[in-house]
């Protein structure tokens, strides 16, 4: 099979995740064509073999809005994660662990670390806005709860996009196969666990609802087109 035909395919399929309904639509019905013309279905496009990226953080101790954004934009992109912290080194780096295609691993890394690019400014900005009479202490309350607001409005937005993508294929009218993110997670997480061991690690952290709501709000300024459950809760890995 030429890979020029492989290639327009596999663009067709990545512009219909847009958040433009015409364009996603139109891009989605030629690559059914074109993948039913030529008899392929979703796997003889990419390599679905499974692979383990292990990250070193710059933190010993990885924040709990990073984790909840790794967490988030990797269930958007049909990939599994976890963490290891380093909460009794000063000396040595936390470790996030990313298991799925390679090509949805570079998807994850991309985006996620151009959210922490745009959520740290965001947030930047939030705090100078905030009255001159707040100490320090309490300004820092205020960002976090705010930076933690823009977490889950991202991952919000993001999930019911990757809903309204899947929901809108019509599987009756088309020949292909197409892996939802969440059946490619839940096979990178089987593969994970065959071979690591992890416990389930939910946030206690306390933010303020007003800050919080406000963040959740500034999330529509960012632009993703991917999608993403919002919960908190993750998967760390037992060291």
């Known amino acids: 099979m030429d890979d020029k035909i492989k290639n327009k395919i596999a663009k067709l ?11 996603a639509e139109s891009a989605m019905a030629k690559a059914v064509s074109l ?12 390599d679905d073999t499974i692979i383990l990226c292990q990250k070193e953080t710059r933190w010993s101790v990885i924040p709990n809005w990073v984790i909840s954004l790794y967490s ?27 298991n799925g295609r390679q090509s949805d691993v570079d998807n994850v890394e991309y985006i996620a670390e151009f959210l922490i690019n745009r959520i740290n400014s965001m947030s930047k900005d939030f705090t100078k806005s905030l009255p001159k ?5 309490q300004k820092q309350a205020k960002a976090k709860s705010y930076r933690m607001g823009l977490v889950d409005g991202i991952t919000e937005n993001m999930l019911k996009m990757t809903n309204d993508f899947f929901s809108s294929i019509d599987s009756s009218k088309s020949l292909i196969p197409i892996e939802d993110n969440i ?17 389930e690690s939910r946030s206690t952290a306390k933010y303020n609802s007003n800050d919080f709501d406000a963040g ?6 960012i632009n993703i087109h991917k999608g993403v459950s919002g919960n908190f809760e993750q998967t760390k890995m037992l060291a």
């Not at 059946?183 to 416990?199: P, S």
């Not at 959740?216 to 300024?221: G, I, L, V, W």
Request: glycine fraction near 4%.
């Open 72 to 98: 988030g934009v990797s269930k958007s992109a049909g990939v599994y994660f976890c963490y290891m912290n380093m909460r009794n080194s000063t000396l040595h780096k936390a470790f996030m662990f990313l």
């Open 13 to 23: 399929l990545r512009l219909a995740e847009s958040s433009n309904k015409n364009e």
């Open 216 to 221: 959740k709000k500034d999330a529509s300024n």
């Open 133 to 137: 009479e707040l100490s320090g202490m």
């Open 183 to 199: 059946t490619r997670m839940e096979q990178a997480k089987d593969a994970f666990l065959q071979k690591h061991t992890v416990k």
């Open 35 to 46: 993948m039913n013309k030529h008899n392929l279905s979703e796997s003889d496009l990419y």
